[in-house]
């Protein structure tokens, strides 16, 4: 109750946030075009100094920058997680896989499952962000002052798989663009972890305490300073380059909602029936109220209890099951999350004047499976995990940036979708798993 209490809660001041940005912010270019029009460019100047000036833009010296300070305060400290977040919960969630037969039989399956419906995820996404890019509807904003830099899409895709492998511990613990380096750290801890057994008893509880930490620093920042900062960012966002980010930001809305959606209600009653041999409808009929709880607190761990009980009790999936799929589910399957990074990037990239490619998009769909998989489940987690594949797609010019402050503000319903989208797959997962295993009792699911 307190969990959803505190999810509506932040849900409101993020559109209140959401809605006092625009409002400021077309008020400020109302102001802006008022002053230019009037001759008193001087004064618009000292107000944009003062207020909206990137601080660290050459001939800047003695701009002040408020807006941009805060902004980027809050950018900053949502940088820093990345890599923590990341290595601390793959490794949790490679602890949990064993090595007997039984268990070791559950987890192959468990993580093909959830392989297979995150690349059905990743290519229904492609689909979708590629026919929204090539309609137009992404490339709204017109900012020919923007610098762009060039990204790595230009390079052979393939080095990538060079990079996963650090030749430098530290190097790969200190650029958040190292995060396959950082993912395949994790899984080989992970794994050393498993064999050592009992010997790392005291390292899995302090990794267990970190990610605590973890989640922590992650709901302050996302709960105390998200609202002020996305204000500020939306503000400064319309003063400088106007309305024209509004326009692509809303079909990236209606695009992401209309993924999610189709693919809930259509992917994984086909995979029921096709990978568990099962009639979807027991389940599409039990599963609202974890998917509601989902969406109300738009986090995987909250809804994890409800989750697990109803697995259980309404659909027929052995304890001893639920009790390994859904906690592992909770980092390892992210398809709605996985969804909207790939459609949030093809958004970012376009309305920031990159070019989005065949090759582009694979490399997306690529970075999105492996950041997906390092995603805690946390509110607000995903986008912050966005920051990685923008990062390493190349996708860092001031265009680029903007873009990410307007998904942060929007983004919130669309998170609490994501989450919905995420546990309803753990909870098919199981029953899918305890189908093939001969660990689930029908009558319960049929009843």
């Known amino acids: 109750m307190k969990s959803t209490q505190s999810g509506k809660k932040l849900a409101k001041k993020m559109i209140i946030a959401l809605i006092c940005g625009l409002v400021a912010g077309l008020g400020c270019i109302l102001l802006r075009e008022n002053l230019l029009a009037s001759g008193q460019e001087s004064l618009w100047n000292t107000i944009n100094n003062v207020l909206f000036q990137d601080i660290t833009a050459e001939g800047a010296n003695n701009a002040i920058g408020i807006f941009y300070i805060v902004g980027q305060l809050f950018v900053n400290a949502l940088q820093l997680i990345i890599i923590p977040m990341v290595f601390v919960s793959i490794i949790l969630a490679i602890c949990v896989i064993t090595d007997t037969k039984k268990l070791g039989r559950i987890s192959s399956k468990t993580i093909g499952t959830f392989l297979i419906t995150t690349v059905c995820a990743l290519i229904w996404a492609g689909i979708i962000g590629s026919i929204v890019y090539k309609l137009g509807a992404f490339n709204a904003v017109h900012a020919d002052n923007l610098v762009i830099q060039e990204g790595t899409v230009g390079s052979n895709p393939l080095n990538i798989i060079v990079s996963v492998i650090p030749n430098n511990l530290?190097?790969?613990?200190?650029?958040?663009?190292?995060?396959?380096?950082?993912?395949?750290?994790?899984?080989?801890?992970?794994?050393?972890?498993?064999?050592?057994?009992?010997?790392?008893?005291?390292?899995?509880?302090?990794?267990?305490?970190?990610?605590?930490?973890?989640?922590?620093?992650?709901?302050?920042?996302?709960?105390?300073?998200?609202?002020?900062?996305?204000?500020?960012?939306?503000?400064?966002?319309?003063?400088?380059?106007?309305?024209?980010?509004?326009?692509?930001?809303?079909?990236?809305?209606?695009?992401?909602?209309?993924?999610?959606?189709?693919?809930?209600?259509?992917?994984?009653?086909?995979?029921?029936?096709?990978?568990?041999?099962?009639n979807p409808k027991p389940f599409m009929r039990k599963i609202p109220k974890v998917a509601l709880f989902g969406f109300s607190t738009s986090s995987s761990a909250a809804t994890l209890p409800i989750n697990k009980e109803t697995t259980v009790n309404e659909l027929g999936v052995s304890e001893e099951i639920a009790s390994f799929v859904l906690p592992?589910?909770?980092?390892?399957?992210?398809?709605?999350?996985?969804?909207?990074?790939?459609?949030?990037?093809?958004?970012?990239?376009?309305?920031?004047?990159?070019d989005v490619t065949i090759t582009s998009m694979a490399v997306i769909a690529f970075l999105a499976l492996i950041a997906s998989v390092g995603t805690p489940a946390a509110p607000g987690a995903g986008a912050v995990i966005l920051f990685t594949i923008l990062t390493g797609m190349g996708y860092t010019n001031d265009g680029a940036l903007l873009a990410y402050s307007l998904i942060l503000a929007i983004n919130r319903p669309i998170e609490m979708l994501v989450t919905s989208l995420n546990v309803v797959g753990d909870s098919a997962t199981s029953v899918i798993v305890g189908k093939k295993e001969n660990m689930l009792d029908e009558d319960i699911y049929h009843s």
């Not at 592992?328 to 990159?354: H, K, P």
């Open 170 to 278: 530290i190097n790969a613990f200190t650029n958040n663009g190292n995060v396959l380096a950082v993912v395949f750290l994790a899984v080989a801890i992970g794994l050393a972890m498993n064999q050592l057994k009992d010997k790392t008893k005291t390292l899995k509880k302090l990794l267990i305490e970190c990610s605590d930490i973890i989640s922590v620093c992650l709901s302050f920042v996302i709960t105390k300073c998200a609202p002020y900062a996305i204000f500020c960012l939306l503000t400064r966002t319309f003063a400088i380059y106007g309305i024209d980010y509004l326009l692509p930001a809303l079909a990236y809305v209606l695009t992401v909602i209309f993924a999610l959606i189709v693919y809930l209600f259509i992917a994984y009653p086909i995979y029921l029936m096709v990978m568990g041999k099962m």
């Open 328 to 354: 592992l589910g909770m980092t390892v399957n992210m398809d709605g999350t996985a969804i909207m990074q790939v459609i949030a990037a093809i958004f970012i990239a376009a309305s920031s004047g990159y």
